[in-house]
């Protein structure tokens, strides 16, 4: 296996990671505040249907990434009204919401678009386009050489192709979402919000106690992660390359944000890098031939795909450390008259 071949194999893993990473820190925002989303999966869903839908009937990628967070914060406000407002079950809501947004995404595409719960496919400005960095190869090098892109690469150096290759052809949301996660830390930990934040989701009778309200601490929180899983959705349909909606195309992403939140240990660094070895193993599942080249053993790809599961039984079960959720995880907060 050669550079290119390995560099190639890593860029898939970032695109791969990025959805991942966007709804990662989603669930981070909010468990931390001690409301628990297993919805994530559906407001990804609904994010990716609207943001293709608007982009495709407005010919605008912006109105559809408006639009798809719009439809995220939405679902986010019932998540928030059953668990905050009515104190009602977190999780009974989380799977409401995902089988609500799996339900109305096929149903209202097909209303529209008449296409088998499909949207038109996205091209010129109803999709994101990649950026191609200074100095980089990329197709007008290749246009202007008269050779395809590929032997261009090729015959590059080792560092040329990883700049090229890697760094640059990125769509703007991949290079947000990696500045979401210092931003994150820094909110986090270094921020009177982000103490606060993390204090609700420890003891909310203390920050009461405080002076600050436990509920609007939580509803801040629940805003965030239906904004973090509007640009997700909103990556997976208009920043992939065959750009559009398709009927469950979130295909699970939400859940394996889940398990890789776990297995971060509801830490903003940590869930990166989860991110990326999970966009890893997805990139690898497409590509089994590599993984081949590497280990010298063939791998069944579903394997590969079952693996972020298998990890976080393995941290849940507490062989790799011990993952401790927020003290007041999953819990309604009844204030004490």
């Not at 920043?239 to 889940?258: C, T, V």
Request: aromatic share 10%; proline share 4%.
């Amino acid at each position: 296996m050669d550079f290119l071949t390995l560099i190639q194999v890593l860029d898939s893993t970032v695109r791969m990671a990025t959805p991942l990473l966007l709804a990662c820190l989603a669930g981070l925002y909010s468990e931390r505040a001690g409301i628990f989303d297993i919805g994530l999966e559906g407001k990804m869903l609904a994010a990716a249907f609207f943001s293709a839908a608007v982009a495709a009937i407005t010919g605008s990628v912006w109105m559809g990434l408006l639009a798809g967070v719009g439809a995220s914060l939405i679902l986010s406000g019932l998540h928030g009204l059953a668990s905050v407002t009515f104190r009602g079950n977190q999780l009974i809501s989380g799977v409401a919401i995902n089988f609500l947004a799996a339900g109305l995404t096929v149903l209202i595409a097909q209303d529209w678009f008449h296409q088998g719960g499909r949207t038109p496919s996205l091209d010129g400005a109803a999709r994101f386009g990649a950026i191609e960095l200074p100095f980089a190869i990329g197709p007008a090098d290749a246009e202007a050489a008269g050779r395809p892109l590929s032997q261009l690469l090729a015959e590059a150096s080792p560092l040329q192709q990883f700049y090229s290759e890697l760094i640059s052809g990125q769509v703007i949301l991949v290079y947000l979402t990696f500045l979401f996660v210092p931003l994150t830390a820094w909110i986090l930990f270094g921020t009177r919000f982000g103490l606060r934040l993390r204090a609700v989701g420890e003891n909310p009778a203390a920050v009461d106690t405080a002076g600050v309200s436990v509920t609007g601490l939580r509803y801040a929180a629940v805003a965030i992660c239906g904004i973090l899983c509007g640009v997700a959705g909103a990556q997976l349909a208009t920043a992939e390359p065959a750009a559009g909606f398709i009927k469950d195309m979130s295909a699970g992403r939400g859940f394996i944000a889940l398990a890789a939140l776990i297995f971060a240990k509801w830490r903003p660094w940590h869930a990166m890098w989860a991110c990326l070895l999970f966009g890893l193993f997805q990139a690898l599942e497409l590509r089994p031939d590599v993984l081949e080249a590497m280990v010298g053993l063939k791998v069944q790809a579903q394997l590969l795909g079952a693996l972020p599961y298998v990890m976080t039984v393995v941290i849940l079960a507490g062989f790799v450390g011990k993952a401790v959720p927020p003290k007041a995880g999953g819990e309604p907060y009844v204030k004490e008259r």
